[in-house]
């Protein structure tokens, strides 16, 4: 009966988180997001479109992590962003290049994107664009906030929920 009485428990949790974040992880209100436009598709702006998307990661994790709302993580991006758009200009000039980027925080329309179980749906969307050159180019884009691109290297693309790890942590404590 206990066993019971638990999983009815964990599936009432379960039933309501997936509710709760049904309607709101549909919501483009809550996110941000980064969208990097490389210069052309030629193989050198494409590879440093990846290195720059690398440095731009590495640069912007520590500062991003300790964000707990969306407008915060804005106001670190827009008061850290003359730093970053340095960064890249000088990688750009380091490897020879001679255009420039150019950073800004728009809304814009993006497609949907799957993030193994997590979606986005299709939809306008805050985001912080880096236009490297005449940006006509591929591009690549993640999520800055939550932080669902910025785990591990910044190649690894995770979404982790809390109540889940909460009830992982439950179900062990049980087995014990």
Known sequence: MKNFCISLILIFIISLTVAVGVKSDNSSEKYLRIHIRANSNSEEDQ???????????????????????????????NENKAEITKMIDNLLKDRGFSYK???????????????EDFTLEEGFYDAVIVELGKAKGDNWWCVVYPPLCF??????????????????????????
């Open 47 to 77: 590879s440093v479109k990846y290195e720059i998307k690398d440095k731009v990661i590495t640069y912007l994790t520590p500062y991003i992590a300790n964000c707990t709302s969306k407008s915060q993580a804005e106001r670190v991006l």
């Open 101 to 115: 980027s150019n950073v800004v925080v728009r809304n814009e329309k993006f497609p949907t994107r799957v993030y």
């Open 151 to 176: 785990t591990g290297n910044g190649s690894e693309v995770k979404y982790k929920s809390k109540i889940l790890e909460i009830i992982n942590d439950f179900k062990e404590k049980l087995d014990r």
